[in-house]
């Protein structure tokens, strides 16, 4: 069996026994890659090479000594190109520095190996929306893995890669993991620095990890977080070790059920999903109470509001001028803007762009972008209410499971639902994660759904041992 598919946990132990290198791992993952990519494309570059040297001289006392962990490409690493899936950003910026992450996954011993596809700047729920190529759900290569993480996801839970980074500004890490069958966490906002991340919407995008198990998210979690001067947004708050906690029981655990999530529409394999998932909930002990956040209807809208306009202000930086796309046939200054940025971006940034630049100008602004923050506000305040009677909240990841490739093309806003279950998450800044939760049966194919449990600000280590619980009991 390939190394690719041991958990963090397991190859930390095999390290430091000797019984393997941390180049044998880099060379499994680098065969894997060889053999399977193709069909699934979860990567866009890797360089066995530099892996292979830098696992060499990996110091495997360390926390994640010769670990090699896969990095979505809106993520920078030194001297590598850093794409965000965009033709604007493909042909010739090489990131000059490494991003915070990057450089805490380094002080733990952990080799950044692969950049990972995604949808354009992480706008998108499928990876379809990427300049470079889609990536398909291995387990059905006609269907999509989710978005934006989607090379992320499909990468851990293909076997192409021990453990990956992804960034969630509206589900894009959760709704992934839950549709590709594997573990993925989303922060509270600001527990993790977003230094060297390609902006989208800087309120709400926060960097986390996509793994096979979740005692692997939290030692990943670990050296993810703390307090960074060069992010204002950063928390300086303790950082508990993660893993205490996990393999402690959970009797007593108020788990709510909010009813906005469990609406008609959802799946029916998903609904019985989560029914005998609740009944094991009960059965580990955990008391369930049924809740109510009133104002999720109002997430999609509130999300489609804010994330656009803080993508307009961010992305008016690609212009063409210092790196990036530049056209080859404008005449003045105003057509290079023109033809940089309408060549560059794909369709569904456009999109963005036009909508965000609409919601802030003069005579909508009050209209539009005032009144979503008013709801996010509400809708933060629904959670703080609920956290008052119960301790984590439990539900679907997704409607469905994942969908085959193409077919929400033409139709972007019911692809925006995707994300009803996860966007409240963001606009609240809560920390979440969606662990595999059984599968549905489509064209005689097994697809992966995922069952999302959030916590209180700050509570990622409650959240991390119920989710164990879970997901070992």
Known sequence: MSLATASLTSLRQRLTSGEISATDIIKDVTTQIDNRNGDIGAYLRWDPELALAEAAKADISL?????????????????????????????????PYDATVIQKLRAAGA????????????????????ALGITRNPHDLNRIPGGSSGGSAAAVAGDLAVAALGSDTGGSIRQ???????????????????????????SLDQIGPLTQTVADSALLLNHLCGVDPRDSTSLDEEVPDFTANLGQDIKGLRIGLPKEYFIDGIHPGVRAAMETAIKKWQALGAEITDISLPHTDMGVATYYILAPAEASANLARFDGV???????TATNLMEHYLQSRGEGFGP?????????????????????????????????????????????????????????????????????????????????????????????????????????????HLQEARMLQAAHAFEVG
């Open 348 to 456: 569904e940034v456009k999109r963005r762009i036009l909508l965000g630049t609409y919601v802030l100008s003069s005579g909508y602004y009050d209209a539009y972008y005032i009144k979503a923050q008013k709801a996010r506000t509400l809708i933060r305040r629904d959670f703080e209410e609920a956290f008052q009677k119960v301790d984590l909240i439990v539900s679907p990841t997704t409607p469905g499971p994942a969908h085959k490739m193409g077919e929400l093309k033409d139709n972007p806003l019911q692809a925006y639902l995707e994300d009803v279950f996860t966007i409240p998450v963001n606009l609240a800044g809560l920390p979440g994660i969606s662990i595999p939760c059984g599968t549905v049966t489509e064209d005689g194919k097994q697809l992966p759904i995922g069952m999302q449990i959030i916590a209180p």
């Open 322 to 328: 210092r790196y990036g796309y530049r056209s080859s």
């Open 63 to 95: 926390p994640l000594g010769g670990i090699p962990i896969a990095i979505k490409d809106n993520i920078n690493v030194t001297g590598q190109s850093c794409t965000c899936g965009s033709r604007i950003l493909a042909e010739n910026y090489t990131a």
């Open 176 to 202: 992934p993991a839950a549709l590709c069958g594997c573990v993925g966490l989303k922060p509270t906002y600001g527990r993790v620095s977003r230094f060297g991340l390609v902006a989208f919407a800087s």
């Open 111 to 130: 080799v950044p190996y692969g950049r990972l596809n995604m949808d354009e700047f992480a706008m998108g729920s499928s990876t379809e929306n990427s």
